[in-house]
């Protein structure tokens, strides 16, 4: 089983707003990553956590926050976001801790945010 | 600096007919090989990888890639397309002795869109 999950499937927010996107696996991986995905754009690395410890900030503003509690969930807080920040972001994770180039990396099926 | 091609932004076949999507990478050393799959909306499901070994991989859904080191290319293929396959393909790599903080990084091409006309 290579199953990713995400909640929610759908965001709307305002710009004012305080909102929290969450990842959870149960495979066991001990990486996990983050990323954002605009239309018709492919997937934009933003955090990567292993061994549930930041490895990888692609200088994400700091209006993004993420959070790796334990090592089966991974969150991300939005905090007074703008209209730009509307994408899909998806999470994924891989086995091994990062990084390690022969691992895989298994993709949720997104949260799809829109910043109003 | 390490990246990964995919020349066909939109590719339409008629249903039944066969398919290949085309990737190259640019760097010298083999890469890690992968081909994602997105349908409208969703997220990215793994069809194939390549890290060594036999060169013609086969994936889920009737899919399989060819790898051709002279060629720097990694491309997909399907003998047969269903109007099920319509989706957005990417191929990804991870180049193994990438320095820095690329080191074991997922690089994707931009997407080929697939159309499948009944």
């Known amino acids: 089983d290579t199953e990713v999950t995400q909640t929610p499937k759908h965001l709307v927010m305002g710009m004012t707003n305080k909102k929290s996107l969450k990842c959870e696996q149960h495979?066991?991986?001990?990486?996990m990553y983050w990323y954002k995905q605009k239309a018709k754009k492919p997937p934009e690395l933003m955090f990567v956590?292993?061994?549930?410890?930041?490895?990888i900030n692609e200088s994400v503003p700091s209006r993004f926050s993420p959070e790796c509690p334990n090592s089966s969930l991974l969150n991300l807080h939005l905090h007074a976001l703008q209209p730009e920040d509307s994408a899909l972001y998806l999470c994924?994770?891989?086995?091994?801790?990062?990084?390690?180039?022969?691992?895989?990396?298994?993709f949720g099926p997104g949260t799809r945010l829109t910043v109003l | 600096a390490q990246s990964v091609t995919q020349p066909d932004i939109h590719i339409t076949v008629s249903e039944g007919a066969s398919l290949e999507l085309r990737c190259n990478y640019s760097?010298?050393?083999?890469?890690?090989l992968f081909w994602y799959v997105q349908s409208p909306g969703q997220g990215l499901q793994l069809l194939l990888k390549y890290f060594s070994g036999d060169t013609l991989v086969q994936g889920i859904k009737g899919f399989e890639a060819e790898f051709k080191r002279s060629q720097s290319s990694f491309n997909l293929r399907k003998p047969s397309v269903h109007w099920s396959d319509a989706a957005e393909y990417f191929c990804a790599v991870v180049y193994p002795n990438a320095g820095g903080t690329s080191y074991g990084k997922l690089t994707f091409g931009q997407g080929t869109i697939l159309t499948v006309h009944p």
């Open positions: 994924a994770s891989s086995q091994e801790g990062y990084p390690v180039v022969s691992d895989t990396q298994y």
């Open positions: 495979m066991g991986h001990r990486a």
């Open positions: 956590y292993s061994y549930e410890k930041l490895s």
């Open positions: 760097y010298g050393a083999t890469p890690y």
